[in-house]
Nanobody, 123 residues
Framework: HVQLVESGGGSAQAGGSLNLSCSASADALMYMAWFRQAPGEEREGVAAIDSDGSTSYVDSVKGRFTISKDNAKNTLYLQMSSLKPEDTGMYYC????????????????????WGQGTQVTVS
């Protein structure tokens, strides 16, 4: 069983930056992703990183968000810049052995392990 713990959420003004972290309890040789969920909306995939370091982003965050992973620390990161009010939501870290679904089509069912979420509010 893999435990994921997010941190780093908070409030920012539009145009500002926030950095999220996700600490994993197990080997980082997994497919990992960040999801977000706005009130009343479905949880959506935002960014993902494979065990080989290859990354993918949903169109709405391309050029503004950067996903990265420190395998030695078993920690996943999400650097968010040029934040917009529509980036507001609960951000979740997710992990699984692999994932063959495009980022824009990822759902909760595609990942076995989830963190508890961290709130990001942009105004």
């Amino acid at each position: 069983h893999v435990q994921l713990v997010e941190s780093g959420g908070g409030s920012a003004q539009a145009g500002g930056s926030l950095n999220l972290s996700c600490s994993a309890s197990a080997d980082a040789l997994m497919y990992m992703a960040w999801f977000r969920q706005a009130p009343g909306e479905e949880r959506e995939g935002v960014a993902a990183i494979d065990s080989d370091g290859s990354t993918s982003y949903v169109d709405s965050v391309k050029g503004r968000f950067t996903i990265s992973k420190d395998n030695a620390k078993n920690t996943l990161y999400l650097q968010m810049s040029s934040l917009k009010p529509e980036d507001t939501g609960m951000y979740y870290c997710a992990a699984d052995r692999d994932c063959y679904v495009a980022i824009a089509k990822m759902t909760r069912a595609d990942f076995e392990y989830w963190g508890q979420g961290t709130q990001v509010t942009v105004s």
